[in-house]
């Protein structure tokens, strides 16, 4: 007998529930998940879709039945004409082969390679905070800075000082249009219209495209440690095959997104959540005075930081950096017993599910400690899951231990009165306004 027919808002009579997703995405698929429950089925305008939100659910579209799930959205196809065809955006056989060449640069023992350049980073970050106590700063801005010149020394291999006035913003920008044009009833992949917005778009592309396009070249007459340079060097295991300049280029678009605007989003709400739950931040500042004394953290000191790893997995349940992955539906299917009709779209949201009741106890709080015990399959998935999880988790979350056990050691931060706390549910989960804090 088939499915039944998901419930869901009915919405708008001709646009369903796009004004709603345009004004407040998260408002709307967490109060849908609580009105309807864990498949929830919705009209964006000609569109049908549905939000599914059981770890089974999540399950069966990311691992078990992840060939059904493709990557034919209006995000994705949005995102291909600023990333190109890497591994966060390509499919099928193309895709697998990416995976097989860069699979042994991202070894745990060649990440771990680069946990010096990362503490080194972080500690010259901690003395910059230091020497500016009781000063007010953007933590956000100042995560940026410092996630982009980790990720500019150690995976690309150049000083991203040289450009770091212009890729931020430039990503940025990019980033929010990506999302903006994804919510329009009339959807183009690709700028065509010779509107202002089109050519700022087309203006910070080509600035990426010089800056990576010069950093290739570099690498190219001079190879280094860096992923780049492994990724230049490495070949497919099975076809003998290399990357070539376009795929390279591709996918050192790639890891300025995946590397520099997720984990300084994930550090931002860390911090946030550790000014409200002082009793969490004692407990970290504890651990890192019992397993470190007065020197700062190395590579070598994370399995001993059990907590600090609780707190970046508890940030990450809140405020998951990817808060939302869609998928296109290649064959009908059927989930918790309701219909998933082949053409449509599906959604899961780290965000949603990371506040499940039925899953996690007190869902909105702040306890590091419920990441003592194992969680269910589909619960908890801040990087995705099945054989589309980021190939980049580990380097992200050494990152995230070693930057937050350096600078919470030295300092701490203090919400500015006054400052409004708003997600920003863009491409990544940033802070609408910042994070105006106090060093103190």
């Known amino acids: 007998m088939p499915g039944k027919i998901a419930p869901g808002p009915r919405g708008h009579l001709l646009l369903g ?38 770890p089974s659910g999540v399950n069966q579209i990311l691992a078990e039945n992840n060939k059904n799930y493709g990557k034919q959205t209006r995000g994705y196809a949005s995102l291909r004409y600023v990333l190109g065809n890497g591994l966060l955006t390509s499919e099928g056989e193309f895709w697998k082969r990416q995976r097989r060449i860069a699979q042994p640069a991202f070894h745990r023992q060649r990440i771990a390679g680069f946990g010096q350049a990362m503490a080194r ?36 291999g150049y000083d991203p000082s040289d450009a770091a006035g212009e890729v931020g913003p430039a990503l940025a920008f990019l980033l929010t249009m990506v999302n903006q044009r994804t919510s329009r009833l009339v959807f183009f992949g690709r700028p065509l219209l010779p509107t ?52 390279l280029r591709d996918e050192a678009m ?55 790893k609780m707190v970046v997995e508890e940030s ?61 399959r589909g619960a908890y998935f801040p990087f995705g899951g099945g054989p589309r999880m980021c190939i980049g988790n580990g380097f992200a979350t050494m990152e995230a231990e070693l930057v937050l056990a350096t600078i919470a050691r030295r300092v701490r931060f203090e919400l500015q009165p006054g400052h409004r706390v708003v997600p920003d549910p863009s491409i990544t989960l940033r802070p609408r306004y910042g994070m105006k804090m106090r060093v103190s």
């Open 254 to 308: 790639t890891i300025f997104l995946a590397g520099h605007e997720t984990t300084s989003n994930a550090l931002t709400w860390t911090f946030l959540l550790l000014a409200r739950y002082p009793a969490a931040l004692r407990e970290l500042r504890a651990e890192l005075l019992q397993v470190l004394g007065n020197r700062d953290p190395t590579p070598a000191d994370l399995p001993r930081l059990r907590f600090t």
């Open 121 to 156: 980073a972080a500690a010259e970050a901690a003395a910059s905070f230091e020497a500016r106590r009781g000063q007010v700063i953007d933590v956000a801005e100042e995560m940026m800075r410092l996630t982009l010149r980790i990720v500019g020394e150690t995976l690309l």
């Open 316 to 376: 990450m349940r809140l405020y998951p950096p990817a808060w939302m992955i869609a998928r296109s539906v290649s064959q009908a299917d059927e989930i918790g017993g309701y219909q998933i009709p082949a053409g449509s779209i599906v959604f899961v949201s780290p965000y949603v599910v990371h506040r499940h009741p039925g899953v996690w106890q007190d869902p909105e709080g702040f306890d590091p400690h419920r990441f003592a015990a194992e969680k269910p």
């Open 196 to 247: 202002p917005e089109n050519f700022r778009i087309r203006r910070s592309l080509a600035t990426l495209d010089a800056i990576v396009q010069r950093i290739i070249a570099e690498r190219r007459k001079a190879p280094g440690d860096d992923l780049l340079s492994m990724l230049m060097e490495a070949t497919d295991e099975v076809t003998g095959e290399k990357m070539d300049d376009r795929q």
């Open 17 to 54: 529930s796009l004004p709603a997703a345009r004004r407040d995405p998260i408002k709307l698929f967490m109060e849908s998940f609580r009105d309807y429950g864990e498949v929830v089925r919705f009209r964006f305008g000609p569109m049908v879709a549905h939000l599914v939100s059981s």
